[in-house]
T-cell receptor, first 113, second 106 residues
Framework: GAGVSQSPSNKVTEKGKDVELRCDPI?????LYWYRQSLGQGLEFLIY????????KSGLPSDRFSAERTGGSVSTLTIQRTQQEDSAVYLC???????????FGPGTRLTVL | KNEVEQSPQNLTAQEGEFITINCSYS?????LHWLQQHPGGGIVSLFM???GKKKHGRLIATINIQEKHSSLHITASHPRDSAVYIC????????FGTGTSLTVIP
């Protein structure tokens, strides 16, 4: 597997439900980033992991959003009590080290009904 | 307030034309990404640069840290270059321009 993978590719959920989005970064990449892109809008930074350091959560829009990265590899973004405004494409990227070229996954399209 | 300004927002060019997309930013940065997003939504990192100029094929990116400005140039443009190009300066926060939508007509 050469690239960043994300699952699911599409997720439709009802308002108020919790969702988990998964990202598998490129093997050996120490930095992992989550972004989202709402329909017709630009990219928005959510959270960033670098190695074993505490993540930079400065972009998370509310306390309903959380993310973890287990074993320095796979990351899960969790959205609790989803709202319609959470509907967006959630993108994950990884890089070998911080501030290095980022490689993007295909994204998860989340639709909250 | 927009920390990152891209211009133009939309650009239509004839195949073969030389294209320039500009990015100005107001924050201190350590590096700047140029990203390409195709109509299907996939994002590809074209360049990451912190000074000077980088070239890859028909693409050239330049940055002037003192002037807080970067440009992306496409030489001999082709319809497959049609995409949204996003400037993403990296400072103590992550910033993104709103993108330039490029359409290259055969």
């Amino acid at each position: 597997g050469a690239g960043v993978s994300q699952s699911p590719s599409n997720k439709v959920t009802e308002k108020g439900k919790d969702v988990e989005l998964r990202c598998d970064p490129i093997s050996g990449h120490t930095a992992l980033y989550w972004y989202r892109q709402s329909l017709g809008q630009g990219l928005e930074f959510l959270i960033y992991f670098q190695g074993n350091s505490a993540p930079d959560k400065s972009g998370l829009p509310s306390d309903r959003f959380s993310a973890e990265r287990t074993g320095g590899s796979v990351s899960t973004l969790t959205i609790q009590r989803t709202q319609q405004e959470d509907s967006a494409v959630y993108l994950c990227a990884s890089s070998f080290v911080s501030w290095d070229t980022q490689y993007f996954g295909p994204g998860t399209r989340l639709t909250v009904l | 307030k927009n920390e990152v300004e891209q211009s133009p927002q939309n650009l239509t060019a004839q195949e073969g034309e030389f294209i320039t997309i500009n990015c100005s930013y107001s924050v201190g940065i350590s590096a700047l990404h140029w990203l390409q997003q195709h109509p299907g939504g996939g994002i590809v990192s074209l360049f990451m640069l912190s000074s000077g100029k980088k070239k890859h094929g028909r693409l050239i990116a330049t940055i002037n840290i003192q002037e807080k400005h970067s440009s992306l140039h496409i030489t001999a443009s082709h319809p497959r270059d049609s995409a949204v190009y996003i400037c993403a300066p990296l400072g103590n926060q992550f910033y993104f321009g709103t993108g330039t939508s490029l359409t290259v007509i055969p």
